[in-house]
C-alpha cells in the first residue's frame, strides 16, 4: 500500500506563521488578544491574576537582603540560641489573611 498527498511523510511542506506577540498587557490591568484584523479581544484578569500582579510588584519593590539581620540571625541559629515563637507566627498569618480578605471586598 502507498499513500502519497497531505497525510503522508513526503506530503507538502508547510511553514509556520511567523511569531507575532499574542497578547498585549494595557494599563488599566487588561490583556488584549492580538488578532489580525481591526479588531482586538479583550479579557479582564481574574482576581487572583491581579493577586499575583499585586505580589510580583510588592517583591520587586522590596529592600534587597537585610545582610546584617540575616547574619545576626544565622548566628544564632550555628549558636542553638534562636527560638522561634509559634504562637507570634500563626497570629501574625492570621492578621495577614484577615487584612488582606479586609481590602480584597
Not at 502519497?4 to 513526503?10: C, I, L, P, Q
Not at 511567523?18 to 484584523?37: D, H, M, R, T, Y
Not at 529592600?63 to 541559629?77: G, N, Q, S, T
Amino acid at each position: 500500500m502507498k499513500i502519497e498527498g497531505a497525510g503522508s511523510v513526503k506530503g507538502p511542506k508547510v511553514e509556520a506563521p511567523k511569531a507575532q506577540k499574542p497578547f498585549e498587557l494595557e494599563p488599566s490591568g487588561n490583556i488584549s488578544k492580538v488578532v489580525k484584523g481591526a479588531h482586538k479581544e479583550k479579557v479582564h484578569l481574574s482576581g487572583w491574576a491581579e493577586l499575583a500582579g499585586d505580589i510580583l510588584e510588592a517583591a520587586k519593590s522590596a529592600p534587597d537582603v537585610r545582610h546584617e539581620l540575616v547574619a545576626e540571625i544565622k548566628a544564632k541559629i550555628e549558636s542553638g540560641e534562636y527560638e522561634i515563637d509559634h504562637e507570634a507566627v500563626v497570629e501574625r498569618i492570621i492578621q495577614d489573611n484577615l487584612e488582606f480578605l479586609k481590602s480584597a471586598k
